[in-house]
């Protein structure tokens, strides 16, 4: 098993190349690069401006100096291009990063591309589910052809709520491009009790 850092864990503290550098002096043996559209937050890669292949190329090259590797690319970008969304023009451009994702993500060596997918208000869990389906399916054949993965990820939303949601979005999408992130949340309602 290997132990992969995520930007959101020190990147507000240390910029994106010398964080990497951090991580591995820590312990870990990747990185998982966030691509955001934050503000001024110091997180991961800025989209659009820096989700480029020289950009990540410097990443893969200050995680290979460092001796990890680059694990994985999380599009938190798509916290406000929801794939899932109502509107065909948000979708289009969340299928657009998407698809760039692949290429980058394969660039470096990395396979795992984390989709964390929400749910716009004013759809219900079923109409989400099928507008992300229809994303995913179209972007799939480019993760196919760069040997990447599209891991959608269960953040505590309806449309992805429990394993069997996550389950019925990776088959209806019907690609070995697309599989599960699967977050284990649990609520621990007294800190102080061992959970064996």
Same mark, same amino acid.
């Given at each position: 098993?290997?132990?992969?850092?995520?930007?959101?864990? *020190?990147?507000? $503290? #240390?910029?994106?190349? +010398?964080? *990497?550098? $951090?991580?591995?002096?820590?312990? =870990? /043996?990747?990185?998982?690069?966030?691509?955001?559209?934050?503000?001024?937050?110091?997180?991961? !890669?800025?989209?659009?401006?820096?989700?480029?292949? &020289?950009?990540?190329?410097?990443?893969?090259?200050?995680?290979? &100096?460092?001796?990890?590797?680059?694990? %994985?690319?999380?599009?938190? @970008?798509?916290?406000?291009? =929801?794939? %899932? %969304?109502?509107?065909?023009?948000?979708?289009? /451009?969340?299928?657009?990063? *998407?698809? &760039?994702?692949?290429?980058?993500?394969? %660039?470096?060596?990395? $396979?795992?591309?984390? !989709?964390?997918?929400? /749910?716009?208000?004013?759809?219900?869990? +079923?109409?989400?589910?099928?507008?992300? @389906?229809?994303?995913?399916?179209?972007?799939?054949?480019?993760? +196919?052809?760069?040997?990447?993965?599209?891991?959608?990820?269960? @953040?505590? /939303?309806?449309?992805? #709520?429990?394993?069997?949601? !996550?389950? +019925?979005? @990776?088959?209806?999408?019907?690609?070995?491009?697309?599989?599960?992130? #699967?977050?284990?949340?649990?609520? *621990?309602?007294?800190?102080?009790?061992?959970? #064996?």
């Amino acid at each position: 098993m290997k132990l992969s850092m995520h930007s959101i864990c *020190i990147e507000r $503290k #240390y910029p994106l190349l +010398e964080a *990497i550098r $951090k991580a591995a002096e820590f312990g =870990y /043996q990747g990185y998982e690069i966030d691509i955001g559209d934050f503000g001024n937050t110091g997180l991961g !890669l800025h989209w659009p401006e820096e989700f480029t292949p &020289q950009r990540v190329a410097q990443a893969g090259e200050a995680a290979r &100096q460092a001796g990890i590797e680059i694990s %994985s690319l999380c599009l938190g @970008v798509l916290w406000k291009y =929801y794939p %899932s %969304s109502p509107e065909a023009e948000t979708r289009a /451009q969340a299928a657009e990063i *998407i698809r &760039q994702a692949a290429s980058l993500t394969a %660039s470096v060596g990395a $396979k795992v591309i984390l !989709l964390p997918v929400g /749910q716009p208000e004013g759809l219900t869990a +079923e109409e989400a589910r099928g507008n992300l @389906v229809e994303v995913l399916r179209e972007c799939a054949p480019e993760a +196919e052809r760069h040997g990447v993965v599209y891991a959608v990820e269960n @953040v505590g /939303q309806a449309l992805a #709520y429990t394993a069997d949601d !996550l389950l +019925e979005i @990776v088959s209806r999408v019907g690609s070995p491009a697309c599989m599960v992130y #699967y977050l284990s949340l649990i609520h *621990i309602s007294e800190p102080t009790r061992p959970l #064996y």
